[in-house]
């Protein structure tokens, strides 16, 4: 297959077809070009790398939206009964519209999620310290930045961390940590 130049044009078909499809492989088809090219101009080029982030933002805007065209309005489907199609005084297949709860929880689900801000648990040096990063992950938790799992797993890490220090002060190490008492003498 002959090479051909990746001009402005074919820039612009592809940046369209990958707005429209999300898919490198298609736009790169659309485009008349291959997806070794688009990826080496991404990567020596800035504005196109740009506008090539910009494409993919609007490919997910077009999902983000029929995904919840598709929960919120439904989507007209045959009603089948019996494995048969079934037909009203016409001939014509009855539609029923149909919607998605997975759809809609998802989309929520990410829209929540994509509002929670960043929560890190403060440096654990001593007890204080944890007790001090037990109470940040409660004001996390109530301030909607972590939910409760994630607090559950975050409680867990400190609750280690405060093992961890009372068995080095007792001088017993459990297995698990691959340290021994005999070999911590050494």
């Not at 800035?46 to 065209?69: C, G, I």
């Not at 079934?86 to 997975?102: A, F, L, N, T």
């Not at 190490?173 to 340290?179: E, R």
Request: glycine fraction near 4%; proline fraction near 3%.
């Amino acid at each position: 297959m002959r090479k051909l130049k990746l001009t402005q044009a074919r820039r612009d078909r592809f940046l369209e077809a990958l707005s429209e499809t999300g898919s490198v492989t298609n736009a790169a088809a659309i485009a008349g070009t291959s997806r070794t090219r688009v990826y080496e101009l991404r990567k020596n080029d800035e504005d196109f790398a740009w506008a090539w982030d910009e494409a993919e933002r609007r490919a997910v805007d077009r999902l983000r939206e029929e995904a919840r065209r598709r929960a919120v309005e439904g989507v007209a489907e045959p009603l089948v009964s019996a494995g048969k199609l079934v037909r009203d005084e016409d001939g014509q297949p009855v539609m029923v519209r149909r919607y998605s709860d997975r759809l809609l929880l998802s989309l929520l689900n990410s829209k929540l999620s994509s509002r929670r801000k960043k929560f890190f648990v403060p440096p654990l040096h001593s007890a204080k310290d944890a007790a001090d990063a037990m109470t940040a992950i409660l004001e996390a938790v109530a301030d909607g930045k972590i939910t409760t799992k994630e607090a559950v797993e975050l409680s867990r890490l400190v609750d280690v961390f405060l093992k961890t220090i009372e068995q080095s002060r007792s001088g017993s190490w459990p297995q698990f940590y691959g340290v021994t008492t005999a070999t911590r003498r050494r």
